[in-house]
């Protein structure tokens, strides 16, 4: 009788600190702590974040354990995002994991960030087939990419420039939104009038991203007008202003993928990563797919931003097939993917 798999998964890329259990690939549970200090910077502080998570990890481990009902003596094995993100906040995880592993005698992966966004495809009951295709949509990524099987995949497209997601912020904060201004303008969005204003969409050759032209578009339109009537202006139509943009930034998102299903006859496909909460992407992605008479596959809430049981399943799909990291394993702050 083969021993019960439970998996540790450790996540500290950025600024949220998040732990999560798997036995026998199945999530028994899921715990994250966010920083809500960098609000008033208006972005991600990296040296704040990693002596939070300094703070937090023992205390979010402990936590995820103890509602998993497990032991650390129970623990068959470990998984650690080891890249990409801010290097001291990975280096918390990735220090951390390693002295467990050796303590524990058990082995651990290091598993790359994306990875983990892909595999939390995973963790729903409807689990997409091989090959499918899946948009990861984040705030430091933008990418389209094909999945033959667990650890094999293929870029086909991705941003060269902003990401979507840090598009959003960007133009949040140009419109005087708050950061993470993202679900912000998600939610104004809904009372908006998304043919207010017609900001451009680029298109690139093949399934290529760029998000830098819009959020230049956005900034000379209110730059057009003098500062008092631009206060008035965005005062009055900022839901307005909202859906404009959002839906330029949708039409720019689903284009390559609606050209990547026809090419590659893949109807089966994921969207994951932060944005992948965006109400208006999930309807239009949802739309695109039915129209392709395809199946559209995205996480519960819960795990579309940055968590634990993502990179936990990323790592049970490793460990199922053999792979584990030496103890040479460092933290890789521009770790590819491919």
Do not use: W
């Amino acid at each position: 009788m083969s021993k019960t798999s439970v998996l540790l998964g450790i996540e500290t890329s950025c600024d949220d600190t998040a732990a999560a259990v798997l036995v026998d690939g199945k999530l028994a549970s899921s715990v994250v702590s966010s920083q809500p200090q960098h609000v008033e910077f208006g972005g991600v502080v990296p040296e704040i974040a990693s002596r939070a998570h300094e703070k937090l990890l023992v205390s979010v481990v402990e936590s995820a354990l103890q509602k998993a009902g497990v032991k650390k003596n129970d623990l068959t094995g470990l998984v650690v995002t080891k890249g990409p993100g801010l290097i001291g906040s990975l280096m918390v995880g990735v220090s951390f994991t390693k002295a467990l592993s050796v303590g524990l005698c058990i082995p651990f992966i290091g598993v790359n960030h994306l990875e983990g966004h892909l595999a939390s495809l995973f963790l729903s009951e409807q689990t997409p087939p091989y090959p499918h295709l899946c948009l990861i949509v984040s705030g430091g990524h933008t990418q389209l990419m094909r999945i033959d099987a667990p650890g094999k995949f293929l870029i086909l497209g991705k941003t060269r420039d902003d990401a979507a997601g840090e598009a959003f912020d960007k133009v949040g904060k140009i419109m005087g939104l708050d950061y993470p201004a993202g679900p912000l303008i998600d939610k104004l969005s809904v009372s908006g009038n998304r043919a207010f204003h017609s900001f451009p969409r680029t298109r690139l050759k093949g399934y290529d991203y760029s998000f830098s032209g819009i959020k230049t578009s956005v900034l000379y339109y209110l730059n057009s007008f003098e500062e008092e009537e631009r206060l008035i202006h965005l005062q009055s139509s900022l839901p307005d202003l909202c859906a404009s943009f959002q839906e330029a930034v949708v039409d720019m998102l689903l284009s390559p993928v609606k050209k990547a299903v026809k090419d590659t006859g893949i109807r089966h496909v994921g969207l994951v990563g932060g944005v992948s909460a965006n109400s208006r992407l999930r309807k239009r992605m949802s739309g695109l797919m039915d129209a392709q008479h395809g199946q559209m596959y995205v996480p519960d809430m819960a795990y579309c931003m940055d968590n634990a049981a993502m990179i936990a399943m990323a790592g049970h799909l490793r460990l199922e097939l053999g792979e584990q990291s030496a103890l040479s394993e460092i933290a890789n702050p521009s770790l590819k993917l491919l």
